[in-house]
């Protein structure tokens, strides 16, 4: 039988308990009606009456609570803690909290709970085994009472976390220094620039500033350290274009990809946010969902809202449709970073578009090699198909490289080839 709630109003809800209770209660109300035998009407009077007494022995209205959460941990791992503490008219005993667990993300244990000083608390242990962005609605609290007749669910409850896993080498996107190639609204570019460019302005000081680079006045405003920043400190804008359209690979796979694609958009992203560069973010699947080029904190929500309702695609769309739609938001030149399984030819068909009107592109492929490749085939036969498909793979990339560079992301957890290659842009291969 169900677990939930079948019948009644929305601030109390009887359980199928409840229904089993009534209806057995009915069925010996009309045994002792047709056999004329009390006992079967004494034995109906409290399984009758144990709905409406629980319901009435409850709070009489929706209990109101403080709730706090947060998601912690490390790596993998995706720790979700947090407590519900209730007020008087209920015991934090009688709570019944339930997560639900976003897809890309794993369990590793049942979700454990505790009473502590009138509070409720709860703890979750997932995994995230790529890559992810995941989205974890509040949690459904309900009191109930403890033989779990009925339920109220209860106010206080609201908010929302953004589960985030991407490799730890996209913070060091801050050394990368991209070109140039818009000039700022109100910049001015002077005609004397010294060794280290021309002034743009104070920022916080970083230990590996050298003291002649430090404000000395403008710190001794202040009380802490400053240091001058100059044009040739800061890096050139990047838009980076996530596909979102089928592939031959099936659905199932395509979604996990475009998962890590996520991912790494929002890792990437967030890095040269840092460091005040202004970026975009665009996803192609039958139409282009495009946000503009900016920077700061705001636009950073822009980006990590845009990325969570990314979807894939039912029909994709032409490839130059996206290069046509794209330079209606980004002007040509902006280096733009393509992530793409490139599994069919749609991708390189989106990378020579971009290519011809002018756009400095990258393209960073997350492989389909980790997600297809398993024990489901004999053992002689599973390392000749593990070759075959490596060798189709790089036959993949490879005819990308003739259009533009391509890093071929088969180890999800790294993306070390794809910062050095940021670093120190070359035309050979990366491997």
Known sequence: MSDEPLFGPPSLRFRPRSLALLGAGGVLL??????????????????LLAP????????????????RWGETGSGAQVSIAGSVRPDRSVHPGDLVVELDRPGGLLEQGP????VKEGALEFTASWAAPEPTIALVGAPSVVWRDPAGLVERPVDGVSGQLVVTRYPPELLRLGAVRLDRTTVLPGETRSRRIGATGEFFGIREAEPEDPPRRLNWRASARVGRLLANEYALERTGDVVLLLDARPSELGAAIDERLLSIGRAAVDGIAESFLRIKSRVGVAVYGEFLDAVPLS???????????????AHLAETPGPSERCAVAFRRYYPPGVTTIVLSPLADENGRALV?????????????????LPLLLGPRLP???????????????RSQVA?????????????????GGFVEFLKRPTTRRIS
């Open 295 to 309: 920077t700061g904190r705001a636009h950073a929500f822009r980006i990590r809202n845009a990325l969570l309702r």
């Open 52 to 67: 409406a007494a629980a319901a009435l022995a409850g709070p009489k209205a929706n209990p109101k609570v403080d709730f």
């Open 352 to 368: 020579s578009h971009l290519r011809r009107r002018g756009y400095r592109v990258v393209v960073l492929s997350p492989s389909p």
């Open 111 to 114: 979700v454990r709970y505790a």
């Open 30 to 47: 009309l045994v002792g009606v047709v056999a004329r035998d009390p006992i079967p009407l004494f034995a109906a009077v409290p399984l």
């Open 399 to 415: 005819r990308t490289w003739r259009v533009a560079p391509a890093i071929d992301w088969e180890e999800f957890r790294s993306l």
């Open 379 to 393: 053992a002689e036969d599973e390392e000749l198909a593990a070759r075959l498909a490596r060798l189709e793979r």
